[in-house]
């Protein structure tokens, strides 16, 4: 769970931390942690360096501190995350999009209780300063704000997601850039540039349901390498594979994967690099969470921040931290930026000037950074209280998953297979959306999961409804 | 220039016309026809036919009538129109991607003089309506005006484009119609939706560029049905195409086709939807141009309105009329919207909020009708000033299109094969941007050819650039 490091100061802090896991298992939730004092004189070592064992275990969620009162061992401690599956599936052509669709059409009810979606509550989006940067374009730009913006897009923006590549450890130049209609668009795109129809492209097993019905509209078929929990995708799995078979790509999220909020420890991603090279092929990064780590100080360096040969194409926007509806994500294409511009222009011909030139106003004063300060803490304390909400009100046996960023539980109940489905539909009878966990497969393999967003606030309304979920689980 | 055709009584009328075209050339522009009653007498038919074949005549642009005078020669009677291609060509794959990105790097530029694109200038861009429509709802719209719009897109937009379509004769209810990034990507959806990899589909020769980089990117092949230059497609060859191969669908652009300006007749419209019916295929209509007549009264009924039987699916934007960076486009995708939802999904998740949250505030208020009253006269005289430069400047030989709506020139040259690029070629030495013929055409048919953009008002500067490019037209 904690990464080896080569700072020896560093390293004792997480020596402590690992020394302390048993303490804390062996404790009930609830209970005291021993005292700060009392950690640092048995280890020999200052207080400081005790604390930052605590904040290193809390951070992996099984302890939390109450302002004045020390640290108590959390109430989910004793709740398991969801197994990994066992076996990489059989190349096979996804045909997900009908019950993708229900799903959609279930979310888009004001009514209904929103946990199906993967969305921020409106309170979380960063309207007001977008709203001012679209004001201020709008009265400024003059016809400039409204004409063509050929690809690869507008550059002012694009001097500005260069800017944010290099703050996360990716050089990259403005001209490498080609601007795109959100994430989606960048990662279609990228599956366009890298696929042929009827080829095979990697994914995570689970994986967002978006590149399953993407690749199906593509005619490709997906091989599901299973996703740890915790670390993401096993690459010695997908080792096997790219040794057996053919694979055009794989698709990859390594900074809290959708729907298990799995972060894939550095090394991991060094090594991912290398098989691609060795196997001479591509990976197509989703880094869209990348910007939400429930830790303030830990935003993941990229896959291509490792990426010395043009293997990894690179995918984000800013739909999960800004706004949803702004609809503007990236593409670095790596090598292959001549058919990207050519694709983009037979897509779209252009992307959209206005919201461009908000953004990019909005990125230039700050604001971004400025949100993503507020937003991070916030989205990580709510997803802690949907996690307690859950592990109140769902049965014995259920699994959550921890994640380690983004807004979104993956939850394996002790129900049959194929019981989402029939929960989906228990739910929405009561006006509560939950994605089936199916959907996150081609295989249809997680037919006793569901996915739950935690984008918008906790309140008693959302208390309530997992209340009554919980109990519909019990039920099934 | 005139098709045979199996109906002995339209036979005749097109007989008369023919023998009538000498006596047109021999006559000077201004100067009166021969009365209807003479050529009655002359030919020996009714006054019917007599009108027929002069209303032929006035189709192919050579003589007008005037209320109560009868019928005079035009004054630009002295520049022919180019010459229809004689042959549907078979079906190819086009690869067109290459020689169109020369084309859109050239126009890039600011100091080049955009005659290349098909683009409004500045001053002729809705822009200061826009932008306060796009402010009043930055202001007002709070967090509702950056959450998704999941497809088909925004319900206040789609009601005003059924509002529009009514008005246009197309009886068609909000939840028909799926909003998309510009005209360009409902193209590329009707494609998508009607086609498999290798596939045939019908286009008009010459036709917009940009539909052959689609059918290139969507690995279609395209046959190439002539284009009159005053009628549009032409439906005999249409028809001995239908009859002898299957193809997946007709891209046609009824309504002022880029480049000739072509206008096609309501009776060819009606004629070609019996078309689609007979032969079981399906029709895409880019209506792209359809508000820009040049006649004030004469907004054309879109080839849709005759669709009783979900033949068309129906294309259109703001990107010509309004801004071209709003990039608000609509698809009506008849019996396939269920497809058509699935598909956006996968390329863009959801369509851009704030543009389309101010593009229904601007048409709520009558904004584009006040704009299109302002910018058809305007156009249409832009328009002919060009085309009169272009005949001060060109050499003999030179023919050039008289469009009926929108804003570009297609000129034939008095040039050898291949002349086009080189012409391009010279002209960006000189900062001058032109389209080259060949890329309307995946034959590279018109490589004798070139496109003019009229979207920039006509001023001085214009003027030099046209003779420059005249000047090195007589060189070639």
Redesign the interface.
């Given at each position: 769970m904690t990464q080896a490091t080569t700072d020896p100061a560093e390293f004792r802090f997480i020596a402590i931390a690992r020394a302390l896991e048993p303490i804390v298992s062996a404790l009930r939730p609830g209970d005291r942690m021993p005292s700060l004092r009392r950690v640092a004189r048995d280890h020999g070592v200052s207080l400081a360096t005790a604390e930052a064992a605590f904040r290193r275990i809390e951070s992996d969620g099984l302890i939390e501190s109450r302002p004045r009162s020390g640290f108590f061992v959390r109430a989910r401690a004793g709740v398991p995350v969801p197994r990994m599956p066992r076996r990489t599936t059989l190349a096979l052509r996804p045909s997900v999009?009908e019950r993708?669709?229900a799903l959609?059409e279930s979310v888009?009810h004001p009514e209904v209780v929103p946990l199906g979606?993967a969305?921020l509550g409106?309170?979380l989006?960063?309207?007001e300063s977008?709203?001012?940067s679209?004001?201020r374009?709008?009265?400024t730009?003059?016809?400039?704000?409204?004409?063509?913006?050929?690809p690869p897009g507008s550059l002012p923006l694009r001097r500005q997601l260069a800017r944010l590549m290099a703050e996360h450890g990716v050089a990259v130049a403005p001209d490498e850039l080609l601007v795109t209609?959100?994430?989606?668009?960048a990662l279609?795109l990228g599956l366009?540039l890298l696929c042929r129809?009827g080829d095979a492209v990697v994914v995570e097993s689970p994986c967002y349901y978006?590149l399953l019905?993407?690749a199906?509209?593509?005619?490709l078929k997906v091989v599901e390498v299973p996703a740890h929990p915790t670390t993401g995708m096993d690459l010695d799995a997908l080792e096997t594979v790219l040794a057996t078979q053919r694979v055009a790509c794989v698709l990859v999220t390594p900074s809290f994967l959708n729907p298990l909020g799995a972060l894939m420890p550095d090394a991991h991603r060094k090594r991912l690099v290398a098989l691609l090279e060795r196997h001479d092929t591509y990976a197509i990064e989703d880094d869209i969470y990348g910007d939400l780590a429930h830790e303030r100080a830990l935003r993941p360096r990229p896959l291509k921040a490792h990426d010395r040969h043009g293997r990894v194409l690179y995918c984000a926007s800013f739909?999960k931290s800004l706004?949803?509806?702004?609809?503007?994500g990236w593409l670095h294409p790596a090598g292959f930026m001549?058919r990207a511009?050519?694709?983009q222009?037979?897509?779209?011909?252009?992307?959209?000037?206005?919201?461009a030139l908000?953004l990019a106003d909005h990125l230039e004063r700050g604001g971004f950074e400025r949100h993503l300060r507020r937003l991070r803490p916030l989205v990580a304390s709510q997803v802690t209280r949907y996690r307690d909400a859950v592990c109140r009100a769902f049965p014995d046996g259920t699994r959550i998953s921890e994640p380690q960023g983004g807004f979104v539980l993956w939850l394996e109940l002790p129900a049959p297979p194929g019981s989402d489905v029939t929960l989906q539909r228990l739910c929405l009878e009561r006006k509560i959306a939950i994605a089936p966990g199916s959907i996150f497969s081609a295989r249809e393999r997680f037919s006793q999961h569901i996915r739950i967003n935690c984008g918008v606030p906790f309140d008693e309304r959302m208390g309530r409804a997992l209340g009554v979920v919980g109990e519909l689980v019990r039920r099934l």
């Open positions: 999009a993708v669709r959609l888009r979606g969305t409106p309170s989006v960063a309207h977008l709203s001012r679209l004001a374009v709008a009265r730009a003059g016809a400039a704000g409204l004409t063509y913006e050929a209609v959100g994430c989606m668009q279609q366009a129809p978006g019905q993407c199906e509209a593509l005619d739909s706004a949803p509806g702004l609809r503007v001549d511009l050519t694709l222009f037979t897509q779209v011909l252009a992307t959209p000037t206005p919201t908000a």
